[in-house]
């Protein structure tokens, strides 16, 4: 295997920056992706194709790529194949919500959502047992407008906060998060809207989560806590469009869609009001005049071939290899962080199965550290907001790989659902229900364990 990883990163010119990882006890440890790993250390770890994939298949990872980073614009144009934007959206771009394949993140405090968003609903569920939209302006706030078509309001952000210390005495401070709707285009939220923030995630290994068998999920979960740890890992079951029936989730922060020709499709209605043969209706609420008399691009405005580019290249992105996978402190971290029971939620490995939807994503060990279940963390992360079956307080468990790369490739280091947290350390001062026993521990450890376990974070 390890032949094999070094080949396909050389053969993708992907090694800048990077070096051959250092020889351990465990030589395939570093490999977050099995032998799709890529070996790349710059702003570019993120949107390399996966190290095991032959030469003939890479055009067609480009041309996906070409079709990610399009700028749509309104409809009409005389470039056909590119118009279609709106009538009301968030982004212009995939690639503008998940720069370089990586994370979002919230604007400063008073500046404008550019990667991120606010999903609404009012309690109650749809016809297929998700959240019930909110009745005057849908499933999702978009400020933004085509010409002519004014934008739904202007989401903002502000933080109060938050004082504590460790038992050792050690202060800390986290952030809490507000969020206020300003200029409502359409007249006032319902008086029971429910508000839920969403920071685009990473793109890269999709499609080696999606590899996963159900039948592995399943044996993961905990519903009824059997084993007495406290722990209840379970997963959503939601509506899958294509199959016309619910499925197991496992993409979204609630785990709230079943497989990337969803999501991606989804993302493309929901965060750019581009119609698809999934979702062929334009996104315009009732009450928008507007947004319901303006152009359309076609019907749909993306068609099978050009969607069917995009869903390659998602689930084709690789994970860079670990760094530092020898150093004392990142292994002693990894040990203490199984030590706290942090890995019962963020299980290290997983294997996909042998019918993964393309070859190279087949029965690969891959290092992801996510169980892909959901589990309550808790009111201090609560939006209230339940989705099919997960509820208010539920989270999907965040993959890991890739973590110590988002700085060098996002320029930032903010994480959780809604970026409050600023950095591994907050995040984890923020886990609490099921997750409240391994943050306790990590409270309980000595200033040099706590620095072992962010070492070991940082590696990922």
Not at 136 to 152: A, K
Not at 254 to 262: E, H, I
Not at 405 to 411: D, K, L
């Amino acid at each position: 295997m390890r032949t094999r990883y070094l080949i396909g990163c050389l053969a993708l010119g992907a090694c800048a920056g990077a070096s051959d990882p250092p020889a351990t006890l465990d030589p395939d440890r570093a490999l977050s992706a099995g032998e799709g790993t890529v070996l790349d250390t710059t702003r570019d770890a993120f949107g390399r194709p996966l190290a095991n994939m032959r030469a003939d298949r890479r055009d067609a990872f480009f041309v996906g790529n070409s079709f990610f980073n399009r700028t749509w614009v309104a409809a009409p144009t005389s470039t056909e194949s590119f118009d279609g934007l709106g009538p009301t959206f968030n982004a212009t771009s995939c690639s503008a919500c998940h720069f370089k394949d990586g994370r979002g993140r919230p604007p400063a405090e008073g500046d404008r959502m550019l990667s991120m968003l606010l999903r609404l609903s009012v309690p109650g569920a749809d016809a297929h047992g998700g959240p019930a939209p909110e009745p005057t302006y849908g499933g999702q706030l978009e400020p933004n407008g085509i010409l002519s078509v004014p934008g739904e309001g202007t989401p903002k952000v502000s933080y109060v906060e938050q004082p504590g210390s460790y038992p050792d005495g050690t202060p800390y401070s986290l952030r809490l998060p507000t969020y206020r709707i300003d200029e409502l285009h359409y007249g006032p939220l319902a008086a029971s809207v429910l508000i839920s923030p969403r920071v685009a995630p990473m793109v890269a290994g999709v499609g080696l989560l999606e590899a996963v068998d159900d039948a592995t999920l399943l044996a993961l979960a905990d519903p009824d806590d059997r084993d007495g740890d406290g722990v209840r890992g379970r997963v959503n079951r939601v509506w899958d469009e294509a199959a016309g029936a619910l499925r197991i989730g496992r993409f979204g922060w609630k785990a709230n869609q079943p497989s990337v020709a969803q999501q991606n499709a989804g993302a493309f209605l929901g965060d750019m009001g581009i119609t698809s043969p999934l979702f062929p209706k334009e996104n315009c609420p009732t009450s928008h005049l507007e947004c319901r008399a303006a152009k359309s691009g076609g019907s749909p405005e993306i068609v099978e071939r050009d969607l069917a580019a995009v869903l390659f290249y998602t689930r084709v992105l690789a994970v860079p290899a670990r760094r530092n996978v020898d150093d004392p402190q990142v292994v002693a971290g990894e040990q203490l962080f199984s030590t706290i029971g942090c890995a019962t939620c963020h299980v290290a490995a997983l294997t996909t199965g042998a019918a993964a939807a393309e070859p190279e994503l087949q029965m690969q060990k891959i290092r992801p550290f996510t169980d892909l279940l959901l589990h309550d963390l808790g009111e201090g992360l609560a939006d209230g907001r339940p989705d099919f079956s997960a509820g208010p307080r539920d989270w999907r468990t965040t993959p890991l790989w890739g973590l110590g790369m988002i700085e060098t490739v996002n320029g930032h280091t903010l994480l959780l659902h809604d970026g409050r947290a600023r950095g591994p350390e907050e995040a984890v001062l923020w886990h609490d229900g099921e997750a409240k026993g391994a943050r306790q521990r990590f409270t309980e450890l000595t200033r040099d364990e706590r620095t072992k376990v962010i070492a070991f974070l940082r590696s990922l």
